[in-house]
Protein backbone atom coordinates (compact mmCIF):
# COMPACT_ATOMS: atom_id res chain seq x y z
CA UNK A 1 0.00 0.00 0.00
CA UNK A 2 2.81 2.48 0.70
CA UNK A 3 4.67 1.62 -2.47
CA UNK A 4 1.02 2.75 -3.91
CA UNK A 5 0.91 5.70 -2.46
CA UNK A 6 4.44 6.80 -3.50
CA UNK A 7 3.78 5.84 -7.11
CA UNK A 8 0.74 8.00 -7.23
CA UNK A 9 2.25 11.04 -5.54
CA UNK A 10 5.26 10.81 -8.58
CA UNK A 11 2.58 10.35 -11.21
CA UNK A 12 0.83 13.23 -9.70
CA UNK A 13 4.36 15.63 -9.50
CA UNK A 14 5.48 14.57 -12.89
CA UNK A 15 2.12 16.06 -14.14
CA UNK A 16 2.55 18.81 -12.32
CA UNK A 17 5.94 19.48 -13.82
CA UNK A 18 4.78 18.83 -17.06
CA UNK A 19 1.98 21.23 -16.45
CA UNK A 20 4.00 24.04 -15.17
CA UNK A 21 6.58 23.13 -18.04
CA UNK A 22 3.71 23.69 -20.72
CA UNK A 23 2.90 26.88 -18.42
CA UNK A 24 5.82 29.31 -18.85
CA UNK A 25 5.02 31.85 -21.54
CA UNK A 26 4.49 35.52 -20.17
CA UNK A 27 1.24 37.25 -19.21
CA UNK A 28 0.55 40.26 -17.94
CA UNK A 29 -1.01 40.89 -14.60
CA UNK A 30 -3.60 43.92 -14.22
CA UNK A 31 -4.04 44.96 -10.46
CA UNK A 32 -6.69 47.59 -9.28
CA UNK A 33 -6.08 51.73 -10.28
CA UNK A 34 -4.30 50.69 -13.28
CA UNK A 35 -0.99 49.40 -12.11
CA UNK A 36 0.27 46.41 -14.85
CA UNK A 37 3.14 44.10 -14.13
CA UNK A 38 4.22 42.82 -17.46
CA UNK A 39 5.58 39.75 -18.33
CA UNK A 40 5.33 37.40 -15.53
CA UNK A 41 6.14 33.96 -16.47
CA UNK A 42 2.44 32.11 -16.44
CA UNK A 43 2.99 29.39 -13.59
CA UNK A 44 4.67 31.93 -11.35
CA UNK A 45 1.51 33.26 -11.45
CA UNK A 46 0.09 29.99 -10.67
CA UNK A 47 2.26 29.10 -8.24
CA UNK A 48 1.75 32.43 -6.07
CA UNK A 49 -1.96 32.19 -6.15
CA UNK A 50 -1.83 28.60 -5.31
CA UNK A 51 -0.05 29.52 -2.38
CA UNK A 52 -2.20 32.16 -1.28
CA UNK A 53 -4.97 29.26 -1.48
CA UNK A 54 -3.40 27.22 0.51
CA UNK A 55 -2.53 30.22 3.04
CA UNK A 56 -5.96 31.44 2.98
CA UNK A 57 -7.40 27.76 3.54
CA UNK A 58 -5.64 27.17 6.64
CA UNK A 59 -6.40 30.57 7.85
CA UNK A 60 -10.12 29.67 7.55
CA UNK A 61 -9.87 25.98 8.88
CA UNK A 62 -7.70 27.19 11.86
CA UNK A 63 -10.40 28.24 14.55
CA UNK A 64 -11.99 24.47 13.53
CA UNK A 65 -8.59 22.44 14.66
CA UNK A 66 -8.15 24.73 17.57
CA UNK A 67 -11.50 24.11 19.30
CA UNK A 68 -11.07 20.71 18.59
CA UNK A 69 -8.00 20.16 20.02
CA UNK A 70 -9.59 22.18 23.16
CA UNK A 71 -11.85 19.20 23.15
CA UNK A 72 -9.85 16.52 22.80
CA UNK A 73 -8.23 17.85 25.69
CA UNK A 74 -11.30 18.33 27.94
CA UNK A 75 -12.71 14.83 27.27
CA UNK A 76 -8.79 13.36 28.25
CA UNK A 77 -9.59 15.38 30.92
CA UNK A 78 -12.66 13.82 31.34
CA UNK A 79 -11.84 10.12 31.49
CA UNK A 80 -8.74 10.64 33.67
CA UNK A 81 -11.37 12.36 36.12
CA UNK A 82 -13.47 9.54 35.94
CA UNK A 83 -11.22 6.89 35.75
CA UNK A 84 -9.53 7.77 38.91
CA UNK A 85 -13.20 8.10 40.59
CA UNK A 86 -13.93 4.49 39.34
CA UNK A 87 -10.39 3.33 41.09
CA UNK A 88 -11.98 4.93 44.21
CA UNK A 89 -14.89 3.07 44.36
CA UNK A 90 -15.17 -0.19 46.28
CA UNK A 91 -14.99 -3.58 44.65
CA UNK A 92 -17.94 -5.14 43.42
CA UNK A 93 -18.62 -8.55 45.45
CA UNK A 94 -16.95 -11.13 44.07
CA UNK A 95 -20.34 -13.92 44.40
CA UNK A 96 -22.56 -14.59 41.51
CA UNK A 97 -26.25 -13.44 42.40
CA UNK A 98 -28.97 -15.16 41.20
CA UNK A 99 -31.35 -13.96 38.77
CA UNK A 100 -34.48 -14.06 40.86
CA UNK A 101 -32.60 -11.87 43.75
CA UNK A 102 -32.34 -8.89 41.12
CA UNK A 103 -35.70 -9.12 39.43
CA UNK A 104 -38.35 -11.04 40.81
CA UNK A 105 -39.74 -13.48 38.26
CA UNK A 106 -43.34 -12.64 37.95
CA UNK A 107 -46.05 -15.31 38.46
CA UNK A 108 -47.52 -16.85 35.56
Known amino acids: MRYLVWLLRLVVFIIVLLFALKNTGPVDINFFAGHVVTDVPL ?3 ML ?3 VLG ?5 LIAAPAVLRA ?10 IARLEEKNRQ ?13 VAPMAPL
Do not use: N, Q
Not at 69 to 78: G, H, P, V
Not at 90 to 100: L, N
Open 43 to 45: IVV
Open 48 to 50: VVF
Open 54 to 58: IALGL
Open 69 to 78: RREKARLRRD
Open 89 to 101: LPAAPAEAMAPET
